[in-house]
């Protein structure tokens, strides 16, 4: 029986690639392996992985510029592997769209558990339904209304693609309109506190939610930043 979900690794080190391939396996999922971005792309249009373990340097067309190409037109979970270290490297790959990245070295159980989470809040693994039960209510923010038995956004009718992580900063702001969640306290909502994840990550995604969501990110209705505190849904959003 199936118990896990089809992944696609990208990484060009042949070594690292195999333990990738051989831990996700020993979880119970299907394994693609491919050795650079080019392929990265093609074999991700063809397959539709449930998640794409995607390694930033590699030949061809490296690991930030698929995941910002795919981004535009799939919302693929996307797991960076990166040797770079700086803040504002990671924070750039998550503004490119990535769903969460590790640094390397990295423990490969480390590994497989933020792919099991990331499956688990896109609803990729059996029987998780996108961690909601169904018929769970929808949530309806003035024109901003979010479903999450289906995992889906509508702004003004509009259908917009969410990552895990938009979506679960959304859900988790809409359901409590007004009230303001601190950064840790989104972290541990919609991500699940782990101490590898820097809280200016929550920033990066809200950015992204923004340019989807808001008619005018600059001015933001719904995911509005109070200042010194953190994120809320706007007062004047359901007017």
Do not use: W
């Not at 392929?39 to 995941?67: E, F, I, K, S, Y």
């Not at 592997?81 to 070295?105: N, Q, V």
């Not at 039960?133 to 889906?152: C, K, N, Q, Y």
């Amino acid at each position: 029986m199936r118990t896990g979900s089809r992944i696609l690794v990208a990484e060009d080190d042949p070594k690292q690639a195999r333990l990738i391939q051989v831990y996700l396996e020993q979880a119970g999922h299907s394994v693609i392996v491919v050795g650079d971005g080019r392929r990265a792309l093609d074999q991700t249009r063809a397959r539709r992985p449930d998640l794409l373990v995607l390694d930033v340097m590699m030949p061809n067309v490296d690991g930030l510029d698929v995941c910002r190409i795919l981004r535009a037109e799939s919302r693929v979970p996307i797991l960076l592997l990166t040797a770079r270290s700086r803040e504002d490297d990671l924070l750039l790959g998550l503004d490119l769209g990535a769903d969460d990245y590790i640094t390397k070295p990295y423990s490969p159980r480390e590994l497989t558990a933020r792919v099991r989470a990331l499956l688990r809040r896109a609803g990729a693994l059996p029987g998780s339904g996108g961690g909601q039960a169904d018929g769970e209510t929808v949530l309806r923010v003035g024109e901003l209304e979010i479903d999450p038995s289906r995992f889906e956004v509508r702004v003004a009718g509009r259908r917009v693609e969410l990552t895990a992580k938009e979506f679960g900063i959304v859900q988790i702001l809409a359901a409590e309109p007004t009230r303001v969640f601190t950064r840790a306290q989104i972290l541990t909502l919609a991500f699940g506190f782990d101490h590898h994840v820097l809280e200016r990550t929550v920033d990066a995604h809200v950015r992204n939610l923004r340019r989807k969501i808001e008619p005018d990110p600059a001015e933001p209705v719904y995911v509005q930043t109070v200042y010194g505190r953190g994120y809320r849904i706007g007062p004047g959003a359901a007017d």
